[in-house]
Nanobody, 119 residues
């Protein structure tokens, strides 16, 4: 089993910044992609950003140029630096990890952290 623990959410004014962290622990064999999804009230969960074990990144169009994803493979931790936050960024943010052990792949999820951006 792999556990993901998120931190860094909170309340911020529009234009402000927050940094989310997500640390994986437990019986880790190998982690492929890590990333962040978010879900706003009444909306579907959407991908915000993802990063491969080699450092390749992918962003939602709505956050390009404002958010930066990074990871520390030694610490099994993924980060999301969020700048120029907008009220539309308000959501619960979930981190995930694509874990692989031999041929078995399992997606693990964090418990979610609330990000609220006031106008």
């Amino acid at each position: 089993q792999v556990q993901l623990v998120e931190s860094g959410g909170g309340l911020v004014q529009a234009g402000g910044s927050l940094r989310l962290s997500c640390a994986a622990s437990g019986s880790i064999f190998s982690i492929n992609d890590m990333g962040w999804y978010r879900q706003a009230p009444g909306k579907q969960r959407e991908l915000v950003a993802a990063i491969s074990s080699g450092g390749s990144t992918n962003y939602a169009d709505s956050v390009k140029g404002r958010f930066t994803i990074s990871r520390d493979n030694v610490k099994n931790t993924v980060y999301l630096q969020m700048n120029s936050l907008e009220p539309e960024d308000t959501a619960v943010y979930y981190c995930y990890a694509d874990h692989q052990q031999w041929v078995h792949r399992t997606a693990y999820w964090g418990q979610g952290t609330q990000v609220t951006v006031s106008s």
